[in-house]
């Protein structure tokens, strides 16, 4: 698994979500419970995971949809 987006944006995990739903890209929002009981503060992003494999493809469509911004660097992993 690759983490290619870490966001406290709800509206932002939403949106990444349904984009690569669109094309089949199963995700993982990893961190969601402990980001949910942590309130506000924003101490703990969601971070969401692709498959190794359609990583590159959900880089691609995310930097076309304009969300290239959110992306993780890929030596950040």
């Known amino acids: ?8 944006d709800p509206v932002l995990i939403s949106a ?3 984009l690569l ?14 980001s949910t009981l942590e309130g506000a503060i924003g101490a ?4 969401l995971l692709v498959a190794d ?3 590159a493809t ?3 469509l995310l ?3 304009g969300l290239g911004g959110e992306l993780v ?5």
């Open 1 to 8: 698994m690759r983490e290619i987006v870490r966001s406290n």
């Open 16 to 18: 990444v979500e349904a």
């Open 21 to 34: 739903a669109g094309i089949d890209v199963p995700v993982l929002v990893a961190d969601a419970a402990i």
């Open 44 to 47: 703990f992003p969601r971070r």
């Open 53 to 55: 494999e359609d990583e």
């Open 58 to 60: 959900a880089r691609r």
């Open 63 to 65: 930097a076309e949809a």
């Open 73 to 77: 660097a890929e030596n950040r992993r």
